[in-house]
């Protein structure tokens, strides 16, 4: 069975069966993880994390103590590619649930982007995803509504979908209010409000572990969510129309 790392860069560049069989192999080590800090921000830069099952996500902690979680890492995800050119994290990666983790050597990866070039350009692609990702966050965090920063729902509903490429109302959703709350830069008590706001609109859901859309096309409306910046290859985009 393929992994949703191969998965996921399969559907950003035309892999051949050599290029499959070199992923599936640099990522056959995986450990087990329970919710904990994979590095922190001043660790010395490591191997490549590959997100296998599981969430994680990427944080920053104030000095006031307080934390902004800047992305979320679902299966298929993997860490930047070429942070070990830096002295030191930035930032801090922690799984939220329990994950499957591969690592991934940087003497492996850099092997792996000089001998596969389609590799390569998978790679890159899946991080200018990463990239135009965090552009959209920006975005929302300094120009949307609280309601309109629930867009994020959308984004994570389309990129589950395209993890496990179904199209289904609901998708699990294995994340608290307040790690929500760090997310989109606002209180547990104010999400609270707006997602029961939305709840009573009759555009979503969210119980203790899922996420269902109950009106695509109201949700997207709402929230001014436009896909564009995720860039799919796959055939599970538009999937929120």
Not at 45 to 64: D, E, N
Not at 114 to 141: C, F, H, K, N
Not at 173 to 193: E, F, K, T, W, Y
């Amino acid at each position: 069975m393929v992994n949703a790392f191969v998965r996921k860069l399969s559907g950003l560049a035309d892999l051949g069966e050599e290029d499959v069989a070199t992923l599936v192999s640099s990522t056959s080590q995986t450990r087990q993880f329970a919710a904990r800090d994979l590095i922190r921000e001043g660790d010395r830069p490591g191997p490549v994390f590959v997100v296998l099952s599981g969430w994680a996500c990427r944080y920053k902690i104030l000095p006031s103590g307080t934390r902004q979680i800047t992305s979320f890492m679902l299966p298929g995800d993997s860490c930047d590619l070429h942070i070990a050119i830096l002295d030191e994290m930035d930032h801090s990666i922690q799984t939220i649930t329990k994950a499957s983790i591969a690592t991934i050597s940087r003497p492996t990866m850099e092997e792996m982007l000089d001998r596969s070039p389609r590799i390569g350009r998978a790679l890159y692609a899946a991080q200018l995803i990463d990239e135009a990702t965090l552009r959209a966050w920006i975005v929302s965090m300094g120009r949307r509504s609280s309601v309109e920063r629930v867009a994020l729902m959308c984004e994570l509903y389309v990129r589950l979908q395209s993890v496990h490429g179904l199209q289904s109302s609901t998708v699990e959703l294995p994340v608290s209010q307040l790690l929500l709350a760090d997310a989109l830069g606002m209180s547990p008590v104010h999400i609270n409000r707006v997602i029961r706001r939305l709840r009573e609109a009759g555009v979503m859901e969210i119980s203790r572990r899922s996420l269902r859309i109950t009106d695509p096309i109201g949700l997207v409306r709402v929230a001014g969510f436009d896909e564009n910046y995720l860039h799919r290859r796959l055939k599970t985009t538009n999937i929120m129309y």
